[in-house]
């Protein structure tokens, strides 16, 4: 069965240091998302991408949060300065349909801020 | 506002024994509901979903969920549970036009052998 993949599956990075979260998703979806969550807490969604833009982003994607799809391939997160607050898991997922059809997600990568 | 609640943190169960996971919800539009495993190590994955007709939902591995429009709720079962059933349980909602799913906290299932 086709997987979404998430590469490092665990990131650390200084404070105020930029960084990037790739993602693989399944080659024929077309809706892609990033969720995350910090440990204890509930899985929060970030932001949804559909042909090469975003559709739709909560508040905690602020203007230091962006995403790309820059291969057709690849789904990338950058946090451009990391916060403490930051570190949390981060799960990419992706889906065929944009409604009626299940999110596939990543395993995730944790991402540690120091 | 939307939202979900998982009220078990962690429900401890011997083999065999029965299960059930309360969720309930606050959402005022369509209601389209999942249910998401994620065991040791590994990724979310999908157990079952409602998005219409018969309110009772079977999934994968002998589990169902019950959808009680009067009650908000959509708990999950399973009659006889098994060690490898040790995982994380996330009812989750959809919450938007744009797939973006609202979790609850999650609920932490130990079986023991």
């Given at each position: 069965e086709p997987e979404v993949t998430?590469?490092?599956?665990?990131?650390?990075t200084q404070m105020g240091q930029e960084v990037i979260l790739r993602c693989v998703p399944i080659s024929n979806h077309l809706y892609f998302y990033w969720y995350r969550q910090i440990l204890g807490q509930k899985v929060e969604f970030l932001v949804s991408f559909y042909n090469n833009e975003i559709s739709e982003k909560s508040e905690i994607f602020?203007?230091?949060?962006?995403?790309?799809?820059?291969?057709?391939?690849?789904?990338?997160l950058k946090i451009r300065s990391t916060k403490l607050e930051d570190s949390a898991m981060y799960f990419c997922a992706s889906s065929d349909r944009q409604i009626f059809s299940p999110l596939h997600f990543g395993n995730g990568t944790r991402l540690t801020v120091t | 506002a939307q939202s979900v609640s998982q009220h078990?943190?962690?429900?401890?169960?011997?083999?065999?024994?029965?299960?059930?996971l309360g969720c309930n919800y606050s959402y005022g539009g369509t209601v389209n509901l999942f249910w998401y495993v994620q065991y040791p190590g590994q990724h979310l994955q999908l157990l079952l979903k409602y998005f219409s007709g018969d309110p009772l939902v079977k999934g994968i591995k002998g589990f169902e969920a019950e959808f009680i429009k009067s009650k908000f709720s959509f708990n999950l079962r399973k009659p006889s549970v098994q060690?490898?059933?040790?995982?994380e349980y996330f009812c989750a909602l959809l919450g938007g036009s744009q797939g973006n799913l609202i979790f609850g906290k999650g609920t932490k299932l130990s079986v023991k052998p």
């Open positions: 998430q590469t490092p599956s665990h990131q650390v602020d203007d230091q949060f962006s995403v790309e799809r820059p291969d057709g391939s690849n789904f990338t | 078990n943190h962690h429900v401890i169960l011997s083999e065999a024994a029965s299960l059930e060690w490898s059933d040790t995982a």
